[in-house]
């Protein structure tokens, strides 16, 4: 696969994004290269004190004349030493503290970009291939960080030693010179071409990265149905392509360092003889000799160092876009200005014309008013499709209309400040997300949370009992997601959460309905009773959860048709005929609850 940038612009683009990383953290890049380059002159200042203790101490004792400079010969060669040991330490300590630290601001910054974004743009990015942009992207841009600083000390490095070269003999100084440029034509050349791989090595690593995340997401799905095998085909087919590619690129990767690996051995062999045939005419010493012959054998492993970074640059182009692509999306939640109000009462509801469609799908709700009184309790029904769910995500903010407005206590929505209207509302979905914490965490999420207000939430979403029935009581770790407690336990503790907060507005969308029937109603009256301070709106499909609410939204294709007490909707043949199928329903699922052919305990 080859890139649309020729190899310089893959260079210079390489350098961009070195430069927009050094300038977030330019104190240990600094530091870093100031050891670099200490290091970088300790090694040219050692083979100017090899030269003199050829020239001054070995010829005059190989020729039968002693040498009382030993001691100075001494001193120079320990001097360069710690010279060297002190920049190796410099530049290794701040490289290191340079590319983690970059990296890790990089993903700090990625994860509050992305949390700011609607939902419409998480809902066209695979979770899997975010996740890789967040992990193998970020180590694989800021990699090059490591080897940066001892690059730029050993570009110094050889310009030192060439200039050394070119100062003892010009002929060997042009051979140098020849070397180097050669050397970086080499490095550029195959950074080209590992730029250009590199575009699908990311790509494909993300595939595999989603693939594998719906694979492990999904496992009980993939058990239940028995498609263990076909999963694995799967990954192995997209880990495959990714082998390939990554085999693609070892092989370019041996091919030019082949030829850069070569180079040194000729160049070192030229100059040899050379500098033999320039002693021999009296143009240089042999201590001269020596000196260049060491300089060409201790910048051997900088131009190797040289050629990594230009390689790493090539590879982190691809991975720096990828990550780009997330950073600079601009679909971005707008928030205004409006602060949560500080008061202890339930929030009205108002929904003025409000329409809305998923991206490229027909509308979901159209032309909808709505209109509910502070602290009533209000059931949304309808049939699967009709838009309940999308109208709770309307009122939380989580989606937002196409035209027209959802107010809360005659505030729209979209005026509130970022973060303030989660302050006033509460949303609870079916499927209950947990966090890796204890239950306590879990309800609280927060530290500054009294206990008793944790504990009187549980109470209310009549969770308190099993909680305290568990080993470690509100301090027992739940696991991932949850998967220590059955489905109607996870419900219960998610409406715990909801309730821990307090909210003007409690949004459930059917978020009771993996627990009994006899245990749902009783949290409904719970919630009646309570006298809380919210305005409560169920999605639901339980007759008698139906029957416990003070109104009912009757939503049917997009639009609502009724809005009144149970009783009076139960006239309408469209709503008492989707009650008649609830009831039919409820009815065939407790039976099987009875012959113990519902799964689990999710109902307990």
């Known amino acids: 696969m080859s890139t649309s940038l020729s190899p310089a612009a893959v260079v210079r683009t390489g350098l961009q994004v070195v430069t927009a990383h050094v300038r977030r953290r330019p104190v240990p890049f600094a530091i870093a290269v100031l050891g670099s380059l200490l290091f970088s002159a300790a090694i040219v200042a050692s083979s100017v004190v090899l030269g003199w203790v050829t020239d001054e101490l070995i010829v005059p004792v190989l020729d039968g004349n002693g040498t009382g400079r030993i001691r100075l010969a001494v001193a120079l060669i320990v001097g360069v030493g710690v010279a060297k040991a002190v920049g190796i330490i410099l530049r290794r300590a701040a490289a290191a503290a340079l590319q983690y630290g970059t990296k890790n601001d990089l993903r700090e910054r990625i994860v509050d970009h992305q949390l700011g974004l609607t939902m419409r743009w998480y809902a066209s990015h695979p979770t899997g291939d975010l996740l890789s942009v967040a992990e193998a992207d970020t180590t694989q841009a800021t990699y090059v960080l490591a080897p940066l600083p001892y690059g730029v000390g050993a570009a110094a490095l050889l310009l030192g030693a060439a200039a050394i070269i070119a100062v003892t003999d010009p002929w060997m100084g042009v051979i140098a010179v020849l070397w180097v440029a050669t050397s970086l ?70 091919t030019y360092n082949v030829a850069h690996e070569l180079l040194p051995g000729v160049v070192t062999v030229i100059v040899v003889v050379l500098g033999a045939w320039r002693i021999t005419a009296d143009v240089i010493t042999a201590g001269e000799l020596v000196r260049v012959t060491f300089l060409l054998s201790l910048v051997l492993w900088p131009s190797r160092l040289i050629g990594f970074t230009l390689w790493q ?6 991975a720096w876009h990828r990550v780009q692509s997330v950073l600079t999306a601009d679909d971005e939640v707008a928030y205004g200005e409006r602060q949560a109000t500080e008061v202890d009462r339930p929030a009205p509801v108002e929904g003025d014309g409000v329409r809305f469609a998923y991206p490229d799908g027909p509308p979901v709700l159209d032309a909808v008013q709505l209109d509910i009184p502070a602290g009533r309790t209000v059931a949304v029904v309808g049939p699967t499709g009709s838009g309940k769910t999308t109208l709770t ?93 059955s489905g109607g336990q996870r419900q219960r503790l998610a409406l715990a959460r909801a309730l821990a907060q307090q909210p003007r507005l409690l949004l459930l969308d059917d978020a009771t309905s993996a627990v009994d029937p006899s245990v ?39 639009r609502i048709v009724a809005h009144d007490r149970h009783e009076t909707l139960l006239r309408l043949p469209a709503y008492s005929r989707l009650l008649r199928a609830y009831e039919q329903d409820a009815q065939r699922r407790d039976q099987h609850r009875s012959a113990g052919r519902v799964p689990g305990g999710a109902a307990t």
Do not use: C
């Open 393 to 485: 995500l309307l009122l939380a903010r989580l989606w937002d209309p196409v035209s027209g407005a959802i107010r809360l206590d005659a505030r729209d929505v979209r005026d509130f400040a970022s973060g303030e209207l989660a302050r006033e509302l509460a949303y609870v979905t079916q499927e209950a997300f947990l966090f890796d914490d204890t239950v306590r965490g879990n309800i609280a999420l927060r530290d500054d949370l009294d206990p008793k207000d944790v504990e009187r939430a549980a109470r209310m979403a009549r969770a308190h009992e099993f909680v305290s029935a568990l080993p470690g009581g509100y301090d027992t770790r739940v696991g991932e997601r949850g998967v220590a407690l």
């Open 185 to 254: 034509a080499i490095n550029i050349r195959g950074s080209w071409r590992m730029a250009g791989l590199g575009q699908a090595v990311q790509r494909l690593r993300g595939e595999v990265a989603s693939t594998a995340h719906e694979s492990f997401d999904g496992a009980l799905t993939v058990k239940a149905l028995g498609r263990e095998r076909d999963e694995t085909r799967r990954l192995r087919r997209d880990a495959e392509r990714l082998r390939d590619q990554l085999v693609e690129l070892g092989v370019i990767r041996a």
């Open 520 to 558: 749902e109603a009783e949290i409904l009256r719970n919630l009646k009773d309570a006298d809380l301070p919210a305005t409560v709106l169920i999605v639901a499909y339980r007759p008698s959860s139906i029957a416990l609410a003070d109104e009912v939204v009757f939503v049917e294709d997009g």
């Open 313 to 318: 640059l090539g590879d982190s182009v691809p």
